[in-house]
């Protein structure tokens, strides 16, 4: 890169690899045989040694209009020439402003606040900590357990791994948060394999934090939390039916219902929001990713309407001024905010969504193209998410996998594993013939795998 003011070539090979601790990767496997990613255009990256690189993950669930979007890129460039940095305690600057604004408007009538921060896991433990907070200025201190699920994938912030259930996400940092109990997982392969779309079979699990309740007695509740499509655990769909008796259930018992939108939110479904999608309308929301279409790092937390104004009732009959003692240094951070509004643009102008929507039953047969194919024990969509599951060697899990997803790499395909599920999520700007050719490849390989 001539001319560029960083240190190293980004299309060269870097040093010896050793210093970077890698997170949520087999670091010696990695660095014995890399794969590394020189630069990234529309759907595909393109790796240091020349070869362009299908991305069915829009990189990790967020570049939902594809990489390096023009409009973006200059939002980003213009807004650090003009502001790199500025507070948001006690000061403040227009564009976070501008940015919750746009992103209410997408979403139905009943939310009025957004609270910025860095990240999805930062997100959870913001919508965590103001749940709890909610509770606590109407005079329901008591209300202090938080109920997640198992499977399911909210960060590495504590609170995040308090409410998560996925087993090595949690064992190895102590007791964490104490207070929380976890609703069963809805993935049934015995009734519910090989559906397509929403399972008919499981609704009745929701039944289950009537079971909580009981346990606990609800009044010391505060919120519930889960992915109404919870994908970091390996695609799982809701069944039908079930998000709206986990609604009514907190409604009955005066407990906040928290979606953690962080993958579900700004189109990955065809509408905005899962929100829209299913019907059902959380107090909380978080999202990141799609937010900045995962050029800078942002997440946040929206607010249905009464949450905000009990925080601020409560300051002005106690004498406070500062409602909610919580923040980052970068909430609301101008570059960041700048690509969330160039994002929103993007998604606006081409229709993004909408395309989602569109795609989806093409994608839903392609998906399904694959039952027959070795080794695949069940298949899993809904909007432009799917969910492979493959049997997994004995006493190996998660090592078939993983050997596709290396043996997709070097097919010129991104994809992404868990244990022995494969997901994908391309960016919403995929064409129907790259749809194709991520399955036809991955058929491929499944094929060839051992």
């Known amino acids: 890169m001539d001319g560029s003011a960083l240190p190293i070539n980004l299309d060269a090979k870097p040093n010896d690899l050793e210093s970077f601790w890698m997170p949520f990767t087999w670091n010696r496997e990695f660095k014995r045989n890399p794969m590394l990613l020189a630069s990234a255009k529309g759907m595909h990256y393109r790796s ?94 008591e209300r202090t357990r938080l109920i997640g699920r198992e499977r399911g994938y909210h960060g590495t912030g504590f609170g995040g791994i308090s409410v998560g259930g996925i087993v090595k996400n949690r064992m190895f940092f102590g007791p964490l948060i104490n207070g929380v109990d976890h609703l069963p997982h809805t993935h049934d392969l015995s009734r519910n394999a090989f559906t397509r779309g929403q399972p008919e079979h499981g609704a009745e699990l929701a039944d289950e934090l009537e079971r909580i309740c009981t346990l606990h007695d609800p009044s010391t ?19 039908q039916g079930y998000l ?57 937390v929206i607010a249905r309407e009464g949450i905000y104004d009990a925080f601020t009732e409560w300051a002005d009959n106690t004498g406070n001024t500062i409602e909610l003692f919580h923040g980052y240094t970068y909430s609301g951070h101008p570059v960041a905010a700048a690509a969330g509004l160039a994002t929103m643009e993007v998604y606006k102008e081409e229709g993004l969504f909408e395309r989602c929507a569109e795609l989806a039953p093409y994608w839903e047969d392609a998906v399904h193209s694959l039952k027959g194919t070795r080794h695949v024990i069940d298949l899993r969509n809904l909007g432009l998410i799917a969910g492979i599951e493959l049997e997994s060697r004995p006493g190996k899990v998660g090592a078939r996998a993983y050997e596709a997803f290396r043996r997709c790499f070097d097919k010129g395909l991104l994809i992404r594993v868990t244990g022995d599920i494969i997901a994908l999520s391309p960016p919403l700007i995929v064409e129907k013939g790259q749809i194709d050719e991520m399955f036809g490849t991955l058929q491929s390989v499944l094929n060839d795998l051992d």
């Open 221 to 239: 509740i505060a919120a519930v939390i889960v992915e109404p499509v919870a994908g970091s655990t390996g695609v799982l769909i809701p069944p």
């Open 244 to 300: 709206q008796r986990l609604r009514d259930i907190c409604d009955k018992h005066g407990i906040l219902l928290i979606f953690d939108e962080v993958i579900t939110g700004f189109g990955r479904l065809g509408t905005a929001f899962a929100t829209d999608y299913f019907g059902v309308k959380p107090d909380l929301i978080t999202c990141a990713k799609g937010l900045t279409n995962g050029v800078i790092p942002m997440g946040g």
């Open 48 to 141: 240091v040694d020349g070869r362009d690189i299908l991305d069915g993950t829009a990189g990790l669930w967020c570049c939902n209009a594809g990489h390096r979007r023009e409009k973006i890129v200059q939002a980003v460039q213009q807004t650090v020439e003009h502001l790199d940095f500025a507070p948001t305690f006690q000061l403040g600057h227009p564009l976070p402003f501008e940015l919750a604004s746009r992103v209410l408007q997408m979403l139905p009538p009943g939310y009025d606040h957004m609270f910025f921060c860095n990240s999805g896991s930062e997100a959870v433990d913001s919508a965590l900590k103001i749940a709890l907070a909610y509770h606590r200025v109407r005079g329901q201190a």
